[in-house]
């Protein structure tokens, strides 16, 4: 009697049970299936029972695979806990995970079954989706990186045509002064008033005159080269050097420069870089002045210092930035001059410059008509 109750139990375990169990013999025969098997696999219970369980797998060598790893592991009562593919009736792939246990007394198998095909196609789509994306990254990463390629050479353009223009300017003086030199040293010799005291003196001014060329050459050569290793510098030291490039041209438009220095501190930093970015900040000032013709022009170029940072503050009295603005002044490209060959890259290089390459801080606001840029390093 209770053995027949054990068998009923049972058998409405194995028939009402929500994963797929299956039995086979020794032979790999399978001898019985519930009704979630059938469901998983697409069989009728009479189509699948005796059939050899080949029928299940997508190949021999699948089959053959799966006994080495599983089959006679279990039978040798050792655990299993597998995920593995199978072959549905209409031949779609199964991933199932399949668990075993032998039956001692006859050498059977019992195996239960769960369907986690729709898990194994969402984990296969989350990886060629996780594919995708790394993919799209690079993609992006490297369009990110020839913008900044492009954007450091136009920036490159927008220095030379700006040095150019300041080369050119502190040559017209000596260039005039040794054509007017040379024309009249001419007309001395066509009217034969040769002196040749007079003479020696007029070749010193042009040599004077060549020499300060050459100079003038040097200075912005030097200037724009790139820094490969930092160097000990002051704030001072780099607003005289950024001036003898700038000075001639503001003084030209008639804009004063007045400099305040009170910290005096040397720091390791690219000074090269950092003398252009501050070059690119007074080219700023200076275009902002001549938009606004200001009356009195002044750029006003100031250092201080605290416990922890070097200041450099660098102010003009335009009118101070339009509020609106102000959160797009460092962006590339952006610029309030376009029409006037402006090209929205010297304040994005400054920035760059001094927040990438020397570790600092630009930071801008206005105060009682002007703008004042501040650039903050550690000592």
Known sequence: MASSIKAERFEQLFSNSGVGIFIVDKERKIIEANEAFCKIFGFTYDEIILQSALTLHLSYASYVNFANIAFNKVR????LNLEYQFLHKEKKILWLRIAGDSIPNNKEVLWTITDITIQKENEQKICHL???LS??????????????????????????????????????QPLGAISATTSFLSSKLMLGQ???????????????????LSKTIDDFRNFFKPTKQKEEITLESMVDKTLNIAKP???????????????KE????????????????????????????????????????????????????????????????????????????????GLCMSKTIVEEHCKGHLSVHNEAGCAIFTIALSK
């Open 76 to 79: 040798n009562n050792e655990s």
């Open 266 to 345: 040397t720091i390791q930093t690219y000074g090269n870089e950092l003398g252009q970015a501050i070059l690119n900040i007074i080219k700023n000032a200076e275009d902002a002045l001549l938009e606004h013709t200001v009356e009195n022009p002044k750029i006003s170029i100031r250092t201080y210092k605290d416990d922890k940072k070097v200041y450099l503050e660098i102010k003009d009295n335009a009118g101070g930035i339009d509020e609106a603005i102000f959160d797009k002044i460092f962006e590339p490209y952006f610029s309030t001059k376009l029409a006037k060959d402006g090209t929205g890259m």
């Open 130 to 132: 996780n594919e995708s």
């Open 194 to 212: 040769v002196d040749h005291a007079e003479f020696e003196e007029e070749i010193e001014r042009i040599e004077t005159y060549a020499a300060h």
């Open 249 to 263: 041209l503001l003084t030209n438009k008639n804009i004063t420069v007045q400099t305040d220095f009170t910290c």
């Open 135 to 172: 993919l799209e990254v690079k993609l992006q990463l490297k369009k990110l990186r020839e913008k900044d390629k492009q954007l450091q050479f136009q920036s490159r353009l927008a220095q030379m045509g700006e040095m150019l223009s300041m080369i050119a300017h502190q040559w017209r």
